[in-house]
């Protein structure tokens, strides 16, 4: 066996150099990238808190709801991308947009949002069937929201009035007196007991 030459070792090791260094190189630039797409995300997000303030105007909501629309459009796989795009959701809501706020909530959901912001996400989308008195597709969003959810998290009860409210307007009556039971019994504290009752009575369960 002929061992390589000096030469050749001198090759291959500028060789292994050169593309650790390449490699460190496009680490370096990426960050850097991600860091600036960061920072453009947090400028807009700066822009949205303004524009959900109680003296906002109008056009000021609609400004920050076309820069979301244009930052998620320039860098749709980032990390921020979820908040953005539930932020979008919200402020097309408030708009009385409910189409639009369901696409973005639904592109919130499809982007990856976790935990607090997924259930968040898909309330929302439940709320812009509820507001288009699509009461079906309410119900259906809220039980999507409720399979990830169990009796100790923050937003089970909100869901499951939100469940019972869109059962009744749909006029299952038994269904909603299952759900407002199904709350007292599974959460013997909840926040608006008074109220569930109150909903039982009227119903006659």
Same mark, same amino acid.
């Given at each position: 066996?002929?061992?390589?030459?000096?030469?050749? !070792?001198?090759?291959?090791?500028?060789?292994?150099?050169?593309? !650790?260094? !390449?490699? *460190?190189?496009?680490?370096?630039?990426?960050?850097?990238?991600?860091?600036?797409?960061?920072?453009?995300?947090?400028?807009?997000?700066?822009?949205?808190?303004?524009?959900?303030?109680?003296?906002?105007?109008?056009?000021?909501?609609?400004?920050?709801?076309?820069?979301?629309?244009?930052?998620?459009?320039?860098?749709?796989?980032?990390?921020?991308?979820?908040?953005?795009?539930?932020?979008?959701?919200?402020?097309?809501?408030?708009?009385?947009?409910?189409?639009?706020?369901?696409?973005?909530?639904?592109?919130?959901?499809?982007? *990856?949002?976790?935990?607090?912001?997924?259930?968040?996400?898909?309330? *929302?989308?439940?709320?812009?069937?509820?507001?288009?008195?699509?009461?079906?597709?309410?119900?259906?969003?809220?039980?999507?929201?409720?399979?990830?959810?169990?009796?100790?998290?923050?937003?089970?009860?909100?869901?499951?009035?939100?469940?019972?409210?869109?059962?009744?307007?749909?006029?299952?009556?038994?269904?909603?007196?299952?759900?407002?039971?199904?709350?007292?019994?599974?959460?013997?504290?909840?926040?608006?007991?008074?109220?569930?009752?109150?909903?039982?009575?009227?119903?006659?369960?």
């Amino acid at each position: 066996m002929i061992a390589p030459s000096r030469r050749t !070792l001198l090759l291959l090791g500028v060789a292994v150099l050169a593309v !650790l260094a !390449l490699g *460190g190189a496009a680490w370096f630039w990426n960050a850097a990238e991600q860091g600036r797409i960061m920072a453009a995300y947090a400028d807009v997000m700066v822009r949205v808190g303004a524009a959900q303030g109680a003296t906002a105007t109008p056009e000021v909501r609609a400004a920050a709801a076309r820069a979301l629309e244009a930052i998620l459009a320039r860098h749709p796989s980032s990390a921020a991308a979820p908040l953005a795009a539930h932020q979008l959701g919200a402020l097309r809501y408030d708009a009385g947009q409910y189409g639009a706020a369901r696409a973005a909530y639904e592109v919130a959901l499809a982007r *990856g949002a976790r935990g607090t912001l997924r259930t968040l996400a898909q309330a *929302g989308v439940g709320q812009t069937w509820e507001a288009e008195r699509d009461w079906a597709k309410a119900i259906e969003a809220y039980r999507v929201a409720l399979a990830l959810l169990g009796p100790k998290d923050f937003y089970y009860e909100s869901l499951l009035l939100d469940l019972a409210r869109a059962q009744e307007l749909a006029g299952q009556k038994a269904e909603a007196v299952k759900t407002y039971q199904r709350i007292l019994k599974e959460l013997p504290q909840a926040r608006r007991a008074e109220q569930i009752r109150a909903r039982l009575m009227a119903l006659g369960g």
